[in-house]
């Protein structure tokens, strides 16, 4: 037996005739053999169907036996006849609301979608509930932090000494080149414990789940399997691995990753045992030796609590162990949510996204949501005055205000409904593909759980029928028959909620726009600002052994296309290391480099004052200095040049002074530099300005002979203006959002202003008429019109404008790191665009109103 | 005109089917028979409006059947054509060999008389 899902079994109650219990036995045997035959889904499907066919039938019965009191379902089918009716009849409103329910349901379902979606990070680790990772409360420059990182020895007590520990996973990360025949790929490696891959549920495409017992085995995730063997089978091919203390080991491909779900926190890339590490990393394992993070899996019915006070009976030992970090307390972060907690703890492992960004998201869809109920509200009591007859008419014959509200809310209700659904399509065909764009995560349209689903759609659509729906349908259920019908009902002339609401409305626009606008301003700032020095045409290579440097400028004496070299150690943007310079009694942190004469020319910094290395080899600049504008004035010298400052084990004379240059992606971060040139080459960068258009030359003669010198490291140029491409990227789906946002709201209070003044018009067609006939002129009835508006819209743009100026300062320092002075010229155009757009919106109206024809409103009746 | 009771194809189908079906005739065996045998699809509410119908006018009488425990328990209601039923399929039946008697010979070409 297999019985259909309980609610059509409730469906078929409603419109089963309760005399005919055979007709559901048909039903359930029907069901039963379909079932066995389609399967569960497709039977459901065709039993919903199959239950609406019974209409009739409950219809034919239902007529016969008039002992109940009312029929239902005749009443609701006559209200969503009705509705269906006045619908068609005012195809304008009706456009606007669904219009405007539409676009808002779609921006809140893709709001939800994304907290959704980050409420429910890692869900395919099946052990999810029970994994937890260790970290540590520790003390650091008397701060209390949050550290990722744990003792590797806590892991080995952890599994061996408690019986409620399941499992334990270190996990620690490292660098290493792949090499495979000549090609040579610098890659991120984890090294991890066996059980790994049966704590966590990392897809498999090939292999088993213990590979990672055995030392030689290495396991691969899909794109590095096809970046290195193509469309070749990976598996038991060999691997070479040079890992960073120059030990190189052979590694077998036992097991390749399949296709990662979207939303884990941490993929592993090459995995290999985490003996490796041990046993060729680290020193002589002690407390001190950290692991990237340690996972434990808890057994079942664990209390948290004991395994918590077991962790942290070993502080004692950690703490005299490793001197360098003072642990206050172990703590277990569980899995669950680890992701979003990412910038709480520092050097997480986990990293998701920030909670507070998604509510940020989901608040917007709820604002807008909030906006289209406005506009419906407006609209749903401006029209619901032209239908005073049918409700006098309605109560006269026996309704009551009861059902004249559940007339109103049910017409709402299907509004509501079919903006859902077209919602829905919107946030599944433009929205949420417009969203993935932009956003760092890809987001599918996918639920949690079907529960989330309903409720979401369920709560959407009852709140909003319910939040837009009931003032109108109370509002309008209001009035008196005999009053209506002796013709005293005033309409309403001055709807202070309405303005009120459309001026709130005006406001959030202005708000959005003037916001949006500024941002955008100060973007288009951030990215075309300098960075100090030419940031195109330069590309640095890493180079392993100072003697490099010589050869490759050699071979790029010879070479086309390449302009200038240099070498050094450190690089600015790249490598920026820090050491402390002394001056009397002035000492502070200066970020350092070590250059070849020729570096700073090739970077095309300016200099301000004195002069650069000298690159004549001869030449003795062991003793110089050259320092940034910062480095001066937190000196406080007048004259910088000749000054001498004890720096790196010598007193050094400054020869030179250059403008501050852009270190990070943070503009607004300027640190004193100092560059040094010392005889003893120590180079780990080698720095290449080029031409463009021989790129492609440069980079194979260079390629060859850096093979050649160093068959085992990565032929890898990084691109200098490529240095921050994250932080644009970011830049400019942020500005797109707001953008977007913003579009939105204009729009939205565009539909409700058009909504509330058709409506307005509507009502004073007659007032118009006369006026038109007494010899008013078409100019004076728009000034009339706009009259009634024009506060409202002054209001919004006066209370929006320092709203939006004040609140986006914020966002714009925490995104852009550094903001514009303050300029006129984006608040002009946000509010001449927002003003446009509503006189556009408005037009038409008005030149209906001004064109109306006194004979045709005044005749009727 | 005398009043005559019309019966609808349908209604002539399903009271046929009854008979085709003889003691077995309830509501699915009758909605997949015809299925089988007309190649159609009958809705599960057509049909049984149908047979609401057909009894009404008293071509048909019912009888519910045994409660058993499949079907969730719900019994079976076996229909059977009543005698004013079966008067009316034989007019029906009649009427319409009249009508093809009275064709006249070479009119369907694709049937001619023989």
């Known amino acids: 037996m297999i019985p259909p899902p309980k609610i059509l079994l409730w469906l078929l109650d409603r419109f089963c005739p309760p005399s005919r219990q055979d007709l559901k036995g048909d039903f359930l045997e029907l069901y039963e053999s379909r079932a066995s035959e389609w399967g569960r889904a497709r039977a459901s499907l065709r039993f919903f169907w199959d239950v609406f066919t019974v209409v009739p039938l409950r219809f034919l019965m239902g007529t016969q036996s008039i002992t109940t009191s009312l029929n239902p379902i005749g009443m609701i089918q006559h209200f969503i006849k009705l509705a269906v009716r006045v619908l068609l009849k005012n195809p304008a409103t009706s456009l606007i609301s669904i219009l405007g329910f539409t676009v808002a349901v779609g921006c809140t379902l893709t709001g939800f979608l994304y907290a959704d979606f980050l409420s429910d990070l890692d869900s395919s680790h099946s052990n999810r509930d029970h994994i937890y990772q260790v970290v540590s409360h520790v003390e650091e420059e008397s701060q209390e932090k949050i550290y990722g990182p744990s003792p590797i020895l806590l892991g080995d007590h952890l599994s061996s000494e408690h019986s409620e520990v399941a499992g334990v996973v270190r996990l620690k990360y490292g660098q290493g080149n792949v090499r495979l025949d000549t090609k040579v790929f610098r890659e991120r490696i984890l090294f991890a414990d066996p059980a790994f891959l049966s704590v966590f549920d990392f897809p498999l495409q090939q292999g088993g789940r213990a590979v990672l017992g055995q030392k030689e085995n290495v396991v691969l995730n899909k794109e590095l399997a096809i970046k290195y063997f193509g469309t070749d089978d990976p598996v038991s091919k060999t691997i070479s691995i040079k890992l960073d203390n120059g030990v190189t080991r052979s590694f077998k491909v036992m097991a390749i990753f399949d296709d990662m779900p979207e939303n884990l926190t941490f993929r592993p890339g090459i995995v290999l045992s985490i003996d490796n590490y041990l046993a060729v990393l680290a020193e002589p394992v002690d407390w001190s030796t950290e692991a990237s993070a340690t996972f434990v899996l808890l057994k079942n019915n664990a209390a948290l609590s004991s395994v918590n006070s077991l962790l942290n009976s070993y502080r004692e030992t950690q703490n005299e162990g490793n001197s360098d970090l003072a642990v206050l307390s172990f703590e277990l972060f569980s899995l669950n949510g680890l992701g979003n907690k990412a910038e709480w703890i520092d050097q997480p492992i986990a990293i998701g996204n920030s909670e507070s960004g998604s509510y940020v998201i989901a608040s917007v869809g709820v604002l807008i949501l909030v906006l289209a109920c406005f506009n419906y509200l407006n609209l749903a009591v401006s029209s619901g005055t032209g239908r005073l007859k049918e409700i006098a008419i309605r109560k006269t014959l026996g309704g009551n205000r009861r059902l004249i509200i559940f007339q109103f809310l049910m017409e709402n209700i299907i509004i509501v409904g079919g903006a859902l659904l077209l919602g829905s399509a919107l946030c599944y065909f433009l929205l949420l593909p417009g969203f993935n764009a932009i956003a760092p995560v890809n987001v599918p349209f996918k639920f949690s759980s079907p529960e989330r689903a309903m409720l979401l759609y369920l709560s959407i659509w009852l709140l909003v029928s319910l939040l837009s729906g009931a003032y109108p349908a109370l509002y309008i259920s209001k009035y008196q028959p005999s009053i209506i019908f002796k013709g005293k009902q005033k309409f309403s002339q001055n709807n202070y909620l309405s303005k009120t609401l459309l001026g709130l409305q005006l406001m959030i626009t202005f708000t959005a726009m003037v916001g949006s606008l500024i941002f955008t301003d100060n973007a288009f700032y951030v990215k075309n600002l300098g960075w100090g020095y030419d940031q195109e045409q330069l590309f640095s290579l890493r180079i392993n052994e100072p003697g490099h440097f010589e050869s490759l400028s050699n071979i790029s004496e010879s070479t086309p296309g390449i302009l200038s070299v240099a070498g050094s150690q450190g690089h600015i943007g790249e490598e920026n290391q820090s050491a402390s310079v002394d001056f009397l009694d002035k000492q502070f942190k200066t970020l350092t480099y070590d250059v070849s004469p020729g570096y700073l020319e090739t970077l095309k910094v300016t200099l301000l004052k004195g002069r650069f290395f000298e690159k004549n080899k001869a030449a003795n600049e062991e003793n110089s200095i050259v320092v940034n504008e910062e480095f001066v004035e937190k000196m406080g010298w007048e004259e910088a040049i000749g000054q001498q400052v004890f720096f790196q084990g010598k007193n050094r004379n400054v020869i030179g002074v250059i403008a501050n240059v852009r270190h990070s992606y943070a503009f607004g971060d300027s640190s004193p530099m100092a560059f040094t040139s010392s005889k003893e080459l120590r180079y780990n960068r080698f720095v290449v300005r080029y031409d463009k258009k021989q790129l492609n030359q440069v980079n194979s003669a260079l390629e060859t002979a850096f093979y050649k010198l160093a068959p085992d490291e990565p032929y890898n140029p990084v691109y200098q203006n490529e240095l921050y491409s994250g932080f644009y990227y970011n830049l400019e789906a942020n500005n797109a959002l707001t953008l977007f946002m913003s579009c939105m709201t204009v729009l939205l209070s565009c539909l409700g202003l058009y909504g509330l003044m058709a409506f307005r018009l509507q009502v004073r067609l007659k007032e118009f008429g006369i006026r038109l006939a007494l010899g008013a002129t078409g100019k004076s009835i728009i000034w009339l019109v706009v009259k009634e508006y024009s506060w409202m819209v002054i209001l919004g743009l006066l209370l929006g404008i320092p709203l939006g100026t004040t609140l986006i300062q914020g966002a714009v320092v925490d995104l852009l790191t550094i903001s514009k002075p303050f300029s006129f010229q984006p608040v002009i155009i946000a509010t001449v665009l927002t003003l446009l757009a509503i006189t556009l919106t408005v037009l038409r109206e008005l030149f209906k109103a001004a064109r109306i024809n006194p004979a045709e409103t005044l005749r009727s009746e | ?114």
Not at chain 2, 32 to 58: D, F, N, P, Q
Request: proline content about 3%.
């Open chain 2, 1 to 114: 005109m005398t009043t005559r009771n019309n019966l609808g194809e349908f209604e002539e189908i399903v009271m046929l089917t009854i008979g085709v079906l003889g003691e077995e005739a309830y509501g699915l065996a009758i909605k997949l028979e015809i299925e089988k045998r007309l190649e159609r699809s009958v809705s599960m509410g057509a049909l049984h409006t149908g047979l609401y119908r057909l009894e009404e006018k008293g071509y048909l009488e019912s009888r519910l059947g045994e409660a058993t425990k499949v079907r969730g328990g719900k019994p079976k209601r076996f229909f059977r054509v009543t005698a004013s039923g079966q008067r009316v399929l034989k007019e029906a039946m009649e009427d319409r060999q009249k009508l093809w008697k009275d064709i006249p010979a070479g009119v369907f070409s694709l049937f001619p008389k023989s």
